[in-house]
Every structure is written in structure tokens, then in C-alpha cells.
């Protein structure tokens, strides 16, 4: 076959895949945000007949021939192509060495340990997941049996899994260096505490829903959501799905005690929907239209949410929107809100977090990680594990489970390893935003004040999404900022605001 | 292969065929209440491909070598595989007769045609849709020229795509004794009118949707309709989707100058509802569970909305719930809602017609495809056609194409020779609750009346929904009411209520 012919009989099956993801996707928005809860079982069969489909065809022979086929002629492609010839091959590579039976018990396990999962963290009852636990650590650890490689730790298959490239010699000493200026930071700023009124929202105080959702909208709307190309409903669990070209939808959750949660969640989601409604849509299904990793795509996140929608200058133009939003009260200045959406302070939940602590979350959950995969930590020692580690990094005892190993719905659905792509967002995050200041020739605060964020928008959419999967997230970044990823901005950032904030 | 390995793998590949589909409704439902505009490129390629992998699974050559092998064998099979292998066959027998080509080109037309109708629509033009219209009739008749049977008038083969076993020798009899009822019952009802007092909706009245909203789901709900396993949405033109086994969408409109629009709509789509709630679920994703055929579905939503949403002793009961929802008024008793529900006139709009000049509506729309496919009428005569019978049939001069041949959807959908699915509709609808009301041995009024809607939907689930597609559609109703499907209980139940009402 000639290699034109071969590359369209190539990209046309890679569409068909991706087709298929899309519809699961879709399916999977429409499971969180409208099925009726008697949907749950045909749902459920639905999404892994599609996930089946999609996998037969990645492993498929004829498509591997193809794809070798391409491989040995690389030098005759197109940039565009040799990246999607690139990206399907790595996943084949990886989907070929997993046996059918394998597959299919990930598929049944993890339909149902969620629902125990669930139970468990109700009831506040380890004992009720830890036998779960324990089949979902060893069907993680027949993963890495199948896809070790020589040089790599067992729990490096894992990592590598949702940030490729990135294993325990990579994280180690990223984390041990954030925390060697994290912990100290948390210190100073519970030292200075004492020093400062503590604002806090009153307990007879209710914002509405529909006021929390307008005043969403109008945050989303001026970050440069189109919603002409998007929606934004409601869900349990926040998420962002972009389904499709031109249909990018969030959700977010609405607490009438704390409109700080939709409001995150709102700027959060926006972040990754702006990620979506920028990515290349001339390479729809395929993966030089898509996004390149956690990793990135939290960065986007973490960007909005952060350096832009928790800065000094965004409440002080977003105030009078909050006030609007809630003519009852209370009546927060600009101030008062920027200091309520930059508590510091240690606590139980990853996803209530600050910007500091947030971090130490995440190495928690990474060290517990690598002690069950790099040193067989056994699975009913995690909660003393957990804990142990949580009272010596955050200085405070976790009180039971729930607040502790048993609230996060990662394990549940099998994704060890993916925690560590939350913290590389957070320091992608800072080192773009650097970047861009240092383009505008401004500060963060003086770029929300002038209304220049969409100048932000429009760099982050050239450097950035119309990328796609083009570059590794490490050559994107280093391209993007023209220096390696660093912990250095991030932490300049937060010991900067948070210093400015606690007076040090 | 064995008998039984040879079914296994047919009903494999049939349920394979179904997903798509499944996949397709539920885009489709999307589409019309979720997605936003700049989804529609996407979406209208997505929805052609799921169509496309649903045509080629049923023209693929080893799955007619699976289905000749078991029609062969038919007697070996029980009743529900024999079901399921003649449904297939049916529908695969007419598909392998239609060029590739052919259905792309109609894949290709239908998903432009549509806002081209819009365009005409709306601008009140029928010369922006007539070339249009000229190329879907085209495509139609290379249809029937590709499937005209021996004994067939071409346009037979367009009425049993959607009623099979009905052509114009069964509907041409039918509907001129329809015709020489109705009109005159029409004419008579016109005469008596001078005598009652008109009962109207004032101009200054409001009804807010939130209030209509939550008066539908009240309804919906009394009627049986589970809400554990189904949703009630927005859309511009109200429709009903049993999606997934413990997923069925319904929808309705709002007009807040009309909640009869409403209340209508959420009657209708409730029966539709009812019907694919009671569909067999352990017979989902293949002919054996779903529903027979348009005729029959519209009898489900035709017997709520109109035998029981019209009835004298539905406003009884509903009439406070009415009053509760719209506490502000206008205050009407229970006999002026009841007489505002059964308003009969000659009016331009099909779907905003009465129980009897519906039928009137369907009979022109008929009487005009039957022009164009067996007499071959030009397109360019429709709107002299379709104004001229209008004026006959009732006595008004049709005020503009938007109000005349404009109005629906369906040609622009190449759906010609659906229209008398409708009609059916409500000839079964009728004859199904004589008989219903034969077992309950009360009147219609008495079973509302008494809360015995619940045996009577019982009933419905025993003799018709659990079904599916065991029987034809006529086989289906002499088998639930003894005898075969007749105008006759249809014609008697119009008589008498309008007789009442009217007092003659």
C-alpha cells in the first residue's frame, strides 16, 4: 500500500476508536449529571461495551500492521502525523501486552468497587473496602507485571500511566524540595495567624442556588468560557468533559452554607473547559487534537482558579458580583473575600484544600502509594499509614477513615498513581503564569485588573492547547516557558501572596 | 454451527446493532434539550456514523448467512427467538436492496433539508423549500423503486415503512368512513356552538413555567410514569425516548399565555412513556423488546392524553391540582377546564387540533402524499392541493403556507407516509380502553374517577407493552380486544363525549 493510502486506512480507524471514547464520555457525562437512578445497570453495560470496542480495536491485528507499517516510515510523515503514529503506537504497545481476562476483570472490578467504596466511606468503615482494596491493589500489580520495563520501578508503571514520562526518580525529589519550603511556609503562616481577625462566613447565612449558579456563569463567561460551545449543570463530583467539537460541558456543586465551593469548582472547570474549547479541532479524534496529559490539563485548571480567580485584583472587581449575587448578606469587602478564598490551614479533605496544604495531600497519598507498590506495604496498614504521615507533615490527628484514607474515589476506580499529576499541575500552573507576566510585562494582578486576561487566554491557547499532543508535557512546557518544569515559580508565587497576606 | 451457537452469535450481532441505535437516541434526545449550538457540526457527523454502523451490521453478508440459517430452522426456535429472527430478516430484506450510495445520499440530505424547511418555515416562502422538497420526493421515490413489491402502489411502500402491513387499500377505506362521520359531527358541533358560552383563556393571564413544570410532573406521575427510571426535559418540539432499560426521557414546551400546551404535551409523552417503561427489559437491545410499531405507540399516548387527560372525571380530580398551581388565576371550575381541554373547531395548526379534526389534518396530509407518489403531483402543486381539500374538508381558506403545508417537520425528514400512524394512533387508542373499560366493567369517567387508572394501566403492560413485537400491530390488537382493529370505538367515543358536551 502506498503510504498515503496506508496512513488514511491508519487515521480512519484511530477516528473510529476515538468515536467510541467520545460516545463513553458522553455517556459517563450523562450518568453524573441525568441519568435516572434505575439507568444505573444498563449504563453501566453501556460503558463497557463501548470501552470493549474501543480497546478490540487498538489491539486489533490489521491495525497493528498499519501501525508498524507507519512506524518504519516515519521520516516520510508530516509532523501532525508522526505524532498521531507516535501516540496510538505507545498506547498499543501498552494495550497488546494486557491479556484479554485481565481487561475484562479491571472492567467488572471496577463497576463494582465503587459502590463499596462508598459504603465504606458512609459507614466511616475500613474493614468494608480494605478486602476490595486489597483485589484492586493486586489487579494493579498484574498491570505492572505485564508492563514493567527494565529500569522501572513497580510503581513507576502506574505513574507513567497518567503523566508519561514521570516515575519515583522524577517525583522524589520534586516533592521532598516542596516540602522542605512547604512545611516551614504552613508554620509561619499558623504562627502569624494569631495576628489576624479570622473572617468567616456566618452559620445563619444562606446563598441560593440559582444566585451561586448566575454569579458561576458570570465567572466562567468573563475567563472566556463560550457557552455558545458548552454548558454548565450540576453534579456531585465536579468534572469537565469536552465531549465534542463545539460541545465542552462542566458542572459543578452548589453547598447553600458556602458558595466558595461552587464558586472553585466553577473556576476550576472553566480552567479545563477553556483547555477543551482550545485544543485543535481541525484533528478532532485523533490525538494530535487532544489534550496531552493530567498533568497539563490540571494546570489550566489549577491557573484559573488560582493565580487568576484567587488574586488580590480578581475580588476586587468579582466583589461587587458576590454582593450583587447575595443582596441579603453578608456583606463581605473585596478584602475580606480575598482573604476567604486564601485561608491557610491544615484539614482532613484534599478537596477542600488550600493552594499549601493542597500539596502535602498529594504526597501523602504518593508515599502510601509507592509503600504498597515499590515495598509491599499490605493493604490493612494503610490507615495507620496514612495517618502516622498525615500528623507529621499537617501537625493535626486524623479523627476516623472517612476524613482520612477512605475520601478520595481514585483507588475505587483503580487509578493509583494518578494523584502526583494534581501537584505537577499546580507547578505547571505557576510556571506559565510566570511566563505570561513576564510576556505582558506585568504582574498577575495588574493582568486581571486591565481586563488582559484574554491576552492570558490567547498566549495559553498558542502556547498551549492548539498543541495538542504534539509535544511531551515536559517539552511543552519547556517550549511554552523556555525553561524545564520547575517547582521554583510555584513556590516563589505562594510564599510571595501568602507572605503579603500573613505580613512576613 | 448448532441451532443454538448460530443464535447466540445472530443475537450477539443483533444487540451490537441495537447499542448503535441506543447510542443514536440518546445523542438524538441530547441534541434536542442539552446540546449547544456550536455542538451541531459534531453532532450531526456523529449521529450519520452511528447510523452508518448500524446499516452495515445489518447488510454484513455473514450476518445474512446467521439469519438464512435460522429462518431455515425457524421451527427449532421458541416463540421469542422466532421473533427475533423474522424482525431482523424484514428489516434486513429492505435494507440490502438500497445502493450504499443511496443511503448516504439520504443521510447527507435529511441532516440539510432541515434547516432549509426551518428557513421556508419561518419566512413564510414555500419556493425556499420546494427544490429541496423536489430532491427529498426524488430520493423517496428511488426508495420505493427499489423496494416495490408485486402488488404494491408506490406509495404502499412508504406506509409500511412505518406501519407494516398498511397501504392504501386499507387506509383508503378506513379513512373515508372516518370522513363521513367526522365531518359532519364537526359540522354539528359548529351549530351547537352559538349555544354555550365560549370559555377563554384571558389575555392578561400568565401560567409560570416552574408551576407548569411541577403541575406536569404531578400528572405524569399520577398516570404511572416511574421518575426513579425516567426524566422530564425541555424541548421545542416534545418528544419521548425509552433509551436504556430504566431510562426513559420524556419532554415537554412551555408557553406561559397557554399551560394547556403543556399539560398536553406532558399527557401525551407520558404514554409513550409508559409504553417503553413496560417494554420487556430482559428482551433489551433486540425486536423481541421493543416497541411494534408508530400506530401502537401513538395509542399509548393518545389513551392518556385524550381518554383520560380529556375526560370529564380527570378535571374532577385535577382541577384542584390546576387551581393549586396557579393560585393567582384565572380561576376556572372544574366543568370550564374541562370544556377548555375538549374545544373542537376547525383551526390551521395539526398539532394544536381537537380529538376530531385530527384526524382531518392527517386525511389531507395522506390524500397529498398520495398525490405525489401514485399520481405523481408535482411539488410545485402541493400548496393549490393542500389549500384547496383544507377549505373543502373545513370550510376556512388556509391563510398562508406556514399555516398549511409548511408546518411539519416530517417531509423535511423524508418521513413521507407516517402521517397515518397517527390516526391509527387514535382508532387503537380508542378500541383498547372499550375494552378496558369492558374488563373494569365501568365508563372511562368511572375508572379515572375511582383511581382504577392503575389496573387499567396494568392491563395496558400485560396486553400490549410486554409484547413488544411478538405480534403485529393488528394482531396485537385483536388479541388484546377480541376483535381486529376498527374505526368504530374510536367514532362512537367522539360522538358521545361531543354529543355531551354540546348536547346533542
Known sequence: MEAEQTYAEFISRVKDIYRFRGMRSHLGWDQQTMMPEAGAGARASMLAWLAGQAHNRV???????????????????????RCNVREMKRERDKAILLPEEHVIKVAEMTSSSLEVWKKARVSNDFSIFSSTLEELVELARQRISFLQKPGQTPYDVLLDDYEHGMG???????????????????????????????????????????????????????????????????AAHPFCSGLWT?????????????????????????????????????????????????????????????????????WEMAGDWFRDAFPEGPEFSDEELYRLVNKAEP???????????????????????????????????????????????????????????????????????????????????????????????????????????????????????????????????????????SPEPFLDYVERKYGSIHGF
Open 347 to 485: 484539614s482532613f479533605i484534599r478537596v477542600e484544600a488550600d493552594e499549601i496544604t493542597y500539596n502535602l495531600h498529594i504526597m501523602l497519598r504518593y508515599e502510601v502509594e509507592k509503600a504498597l507498590f515499590n515495598d509491599n506495604l499490605p493493604v490493612s496498614k494503610i490507615p495507620e499509614m496514612w495517618n502516622d504521615l498525615f500528623e507529621q507533615w499537617f501537625g493535626i490527628e486524623v479523627p476516623d477513615d472517612s476524613q482520612g484514607c477512605l475520601q478520595d474515589i481514585h483507588w475505587s476506580m483503580l487509578a493509583f498513581g494518578y494523584f502526583p499529576t494534581y501537584t505537577l499541575g499546580n507547578l505547571y500552573a505557576a510556571q506559565l503564569t510566570e511566563k505570561v507576566c513576564e510576556e505582558l510585562d506585568m504582574g498577575i494582578d495588574s493582568i486581571v485588573e486591565s481586563g488582559r486576561t484574554t491576552e492570558m487566554l490567547d498566549w495559553l491557547r498558542r502556547e498551549v492547547h492548539i498543541q495538542g499532543m504534539l509535544l511531551s508535557p515536559s517539552e511543552l512546557i519547556e517550549s511554552a516557558t523556555g525553561k524545564p518544569p
Open 59 to 81: 489491539v486489533d491485528a490489521e491495525f497493528g500492521e498499519l501501525l508498524s507499517n507507519l512506524w518504519q516510515r516515519l521520516d516520510s510523515l508530516s509532523e501532525d502525523q
Open 246 to 314: 463545539g460541545d465542552t460541558r462542566i458542572t459543578t456543586r452548589y453547598d447553600v452554607k458556602d458558595p466558595f465551593s461552587c464558586i472553585g469548582a466553577v473556576m476550576h472547570e472553566t480552567g479545563h473547559g477553556l483547555y477543551e474549547q482550545g485544543l485543535p479541532s481541525e484533528h478532532a479524534f485523533t490525538p494530535r487534537g487532544g489534550a496531552i496529559s493530567l498533568g497539563v490539563h490540571e494546570s489550566q485548571s489549577r491557573l484559573w482558579e488560582n493565580q487568576v480567580g484567587r488574586s488580590k485584583a480578581f
Open 168 to 234: 519515583v526518580a522524577d517525583y522524589d525529589p520534586l516533592f521532598e524540595g516542596l516540602r522542605e519550603r512547604l512545611v516551614p511556609l504552613l508554620e509561619k503562616i499558623m504562627a502569624s495567624k494569631k495576628d489576624l481577625e479570622d473572617i468567616v462566613i456566618p452559620d445563619s447565612a444562606v446563598f441560593d442556588v440559582e444566585s451561586q449558579r448566575e454569579l458561576g456563569l458570570r465567572i466562567s463567561e468573563h475567563f472566556g468560557f463560550d457557552f455558545s460551545a458548552g454548558r454548565l449543570d450540576d
